[in-house]
């Protein structure tokens, strides 16, 4: 149960249900924010080259743990990059050996990394009938790629084309819409089974489309899914905060060097880790429902994947915040979601 004096928060230790890590010097400059945060993270498997078969998950685990700073529990929860020549054996094993938790599909094209994805999910029904079989959830970009379809319908496009006749195929399968931003994704969430569920990222509940184009164009406010309309974002905002299990914390958090963002071809992504939960908890308390925080970071999430719930807590203090403009090491620079705000929550410690 939360504790809320109006000065401090305190709540069961959190997991993030969607992180990107990535490799080398940004990892070793990114793990550790998400450590400080979570004591669990499902890891993106869409490194260069993606992250296939069991032997490279298994190494990038212990790269991953190598960088996290000694003292801090962190449990990195591995994922598969399912492509349209996966071996289904390989998922199998990698999930009975206890190193793949999930898999990742995402629609060729559709993302940062995902040229090698899936060209068509007929392709996977194999892999998915397995997966079924053994009760392993799959991670779901959800949008087409289709040059036809406008950017900003691609998510209920992917749902009516893609999810729901995946989901006729295979009633049974464990699915996670990732990083939801439409009133359709909400819906078709909250009305389907008990196996589907979604995740909700802290910066697709901040700000809607408009964000990016303040004054001129904000490549920092520029991720996958795109941000869409106002009521996309208030649909958001309810689901996140009504205590329905279904709806969890993912961040998405997705660091790309300053360069790489400020292009003339940007990539797509937000850096949110460093102000994760003060960013979910300023949307809570917005909404009056600070006491629903604990259930959508700490509970549904592990409840959905059938892992105990974390021991500890973290603790969020009210005082002035305010988020640097950069994160770096070396020549290495990152620009975090809301650098140079002044947020009203501080993350404190994880007890
Ligand atoms: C992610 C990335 O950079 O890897 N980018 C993003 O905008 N979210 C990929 C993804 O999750 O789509
Ligand atoms: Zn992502």
Same mark, same amino acid.
């Given at each position: 149960?939360?504790? @809320?004096?109006?000065?401090?928060?305190?709540?069961?230790?959190?997991?993030?249900?969607?992180?990107?890590?990535?490799?080398?010097?940004?990892?070793?400059?990114?793990?550790?924010?998400?450590?400080?945060?979570?004591?669990?993270?499902?890891?993106?498997?869409?490194? /260069?080259?993606?992250?296939?078969?069991?032997?490279?998950?298994?190494?990038?685990?212990?790269?991953?743990?190598?960088?996290?700073?000694?003292?801090?529990?962190?449990?990195?929860?591995?994922?598969?990059?399912?492509?349209?020549?996966?071996?289904?054996?390989?998922?199998?094993?990698?999930?009975? *050996?206890?190193?793949?938790?999930?898999?990742?599909? =995402?629609?060729? %094209?559709?993302?940062?990394?995902?040229? /090698?994805?899936?060209?068509?999910?007929?392709?996977?029904?194999?892999?998915?009938?397995?997966?079924?079989?053994?009760?392993?959830?799959?991670?779901? +970009?959800?949008?087409?790629?289709?040059?036809?379809?406008?950017?900003?319908?691609?998510?209920?496009?992917?749902?009516? #084309?893609?999810?729901?006749?995946?989901?006729?195929?295979?009633? *049974?399968?464990?699915?996670?819409?990732?990083?939801?931003?439409?009133?359709?994704?909400?819906?078709?969430?909250? %009305?389907?089974?008990?196996?589907?569920?979604?995740?909700?990222?802290? +910066?697709?509940? /901040?700000?809607?489309?408009?964000?990016?184009?303040? %004054?001129?164009?904000?490549?920092?406010?520029?991720?996958?899914?795109?941000?869409?309309?106002?009521?996309?974002?208030?649909?958001?905002?309810?689901?996140?905060?009504?205590?329905?299990? #279904?709806?969890?914390?993912?961040?998405?958090?997705?660091?790309?060097?300053?360069?790489?963002?400020? &292009? $003339?071809?940007?990539?797509?992504?937000?850096?949110?880790?460093?102000? @994760?939960?003060? $960013? =979910?908890?300023?949307?809570?308390?917005?909404?009056?429902?600070?006491?629903?925080?604990?259930?959508?970071?700490?509970?549904?999430?592990?409840?959905? =994947?059938?892992?105990?719930?974390?021991?500890?807590?973290?603790?969020?203090?009210?005082?002035? &915040?305010?988020?640097?403009?950069?994160? *770096?090491?070396?020549?290495?620079?990152?620009?975090?979601?809301?650098?140079?705000?002044?947020?009203?929550?501080?993350?404190?410690?994880?007890?």
């Amino acid at each position: 149960m939360s504790t @809320a004096v109006s000065d401090r928060l305190t709540f069961r230790c959190p997991d993030d249900w969607h992180v990107h890590l990535r490799d080398g010097d940004t990892l070793a400059l990114v793990a550790r924010q998400t450590a400080r945060q979570f004591a669990r993270a499902i890891v993106m498997p869409n490194l /260069a080259p993606p992250v296939t078969n069991v032997a490279a998950a298994r190494a990038y685990r212990q790269r991953i743990l190598d960088s996290v700073p000694v003292g801090l529990a962190f449990t990195p929860l591995m994922t598969a990059y399912l492509t349209d020549r996966i071996d289904p054996e390989e998922i199998v094993r990698g999930h009975a *050996e206890g190193v793949f938790t999930a898999c990742k599909l =995402y629609p060729a %094209g559709a993302t940062t990394n995902a040229a /090698a994805g899936v060209t068509d999910v007929r392709h996977i029904d194999g892999v998915l009938e397995r997966m079924q079989a053994i009760g392993m959830p799959l991670l779901v +970009h959800g949008e087409v790629v289709d040059d036809d379809v406008d950017v900003f319908d691609r998510e209920a496009v992917f749902i009516e #084309k893609v999810l729901a006749p995946m989901l006729a195929r295979f009633p *049974e399968l464990k699915v996670v819409l990732e990083h939801i931003t439409t009133r359709e994704a909400v819906d078709f969430v909250a %009305g389907s089974g008990p196996g589907v569920a979604a995740t909700i990222t802290a +910066h697709h509940l /901040a700000f809607n489309r408009n964000a990016m184009f303040v %004054g001129g164009i904000r490549p920092h406010y520029y991720c996958l899914p795109v941000a869409k309309r106002e009521h996309h974002r208030r649909a958001l905002r309810a689901a996140a905060t009504s205590g329905n299990p #279904k709806f969890f914390l993912g961040t998405d958090t997705a660091p790309h060097a300053v360069s790489d963002k400020e &292009n $003339s071809c940007g990539c797509a992504g937000i850096f949110s880790a460093p102000v @994760a939960l003060e $960013s =979910y908890a300023t949307t809570f308390e917005e909404e009056q429902a600070l006491e629903r925080l604990e259930g959508f970071a700490s509970e549904y999430g592990p409840r959905f =994947y059938g892992l105990p719930l974390n021991e500890g807590t973290v603790t969020l203090i009210r005082r002035p &915040n305010v988020v640097p403009e950069v994160i *770096e090491a070396g020549s290495l620079r990152i620009r975090p979601f809301r650098a140079g705000e002044t947020m009203t929550w501080a993350f404190e410690e994880r007890g």
